[in-house]
């Protein structure tokens, strides 16, 4: 299985339960560009899946849709899964291959833009032949009826996402340009987080904006230097600017 580095633990720890051997490709630092030409000479014909991310966590990169045909068109032997969790943010889908791609599998969830992360709910996006194949070893207790009944009202209410969505794309905006300001490099994101360097500052910042009630998450251990701050509102921004601002410059 072809994963990429940094990106969701989760991908190689149910891998690893499965047995499967990993072969994990890394985002260059500190550009975190997707490493397109690297996955690409990676698959070979014992590839049997490749996880990717779009966008992709914690590095917030997206990649387009023509890097993702790239991608099917090389492993055509292999399934290759797409998980949008953070779709909404960036607008970018696989969803229009699936008719013609018979390997492709995209997934969402409900625990992002929609705000139910207790609900424990997504959803897959396949080829009916390859659900149908699934649904041999999904256990009959996987989703519970009050999930179900939440994400049918969830996705009709269309406004709701609509409204976050814009006021998480300008609160995005707020806090690169802070940065900016402040003098810290951060990744460009095409999610609802941004990944800043603050170097051996790191443990520091977060600890500190904690001790302010705000939570920010280190991600040192696999992105050296790296905080991930996920956006919230533009209300929140300034605060949590305000509050980086004083540590920044002690």
């Not at 996880?51 to 068109?73: C, D």
Request: charged letters at 20%; aromatic letters at 8%; proline letters at 4%.
């Amino acid at each position: 299985m072809l994963v990429l580095k940094p990106a969701y633990a989760m991908y190689r720890f149910y891998a690893e339960v499965a047995g499967a051997t990993i072969k994990e490709v890394a985002y260059p630092q500190p550009s975190m560009e997707f490493p397109l030409q690297e996955v690409l000479d990676s698959i070979t014909r014992q590839t049997r899946a490749v996880i990717l991310s779009n966008p992709n966590n914690p590095t917030g990169t997206g990649l387009s849709l023509l890097a993702i045909e790239r991608i099917l068109s090389r492993a055509r032997k292999a399934v290759v899964m797409v998980d949008e969790a953070y779709y909404e943010f960036s607008g970018v889908t696989a969803l229009t291959e699936i008719e013609r791609v018979p390997n492709l599998f995209v997934c969402r969830t409900f625990s992002k833009v929609f705000g139910m992360a207790g609900m424990r709910l997504g959803c897959l996006f396949s080829h009916p032949a390859n659900i149908q194949y699934l649904h041999k070893a999904q256990s009959p207790y996987s989703v519970n009826s009050l999930a179900v009944m939440a994400a049918q009202a969830a996705v009709a209410d269309t406004a709701y996402i609509e409204n976050y969505v814009a006021e998480v794309l300008a609160a995005r905006e707020l806090l690169c340009v802070g940065l900016e300001r402040l003098g810290i490099a951060y990744v460009p994101s095409s999610a609802n987080f941004v990944l800043g360097h603050f170097g051996k500052r790191a443990i520091e910042v977060r600890d500190r904006l904690r001790g302010q009630a705000i939570l920010v998450r280190d991600r040192s251990y696999e992105a050296p230097g790296c905080v991930r701050i996920t956006v919230g509102t533009r209300a929140q921004t300034r605060r949590l600017l305000a509050a980086l601002e004083e540590i920044w410059n002690q």
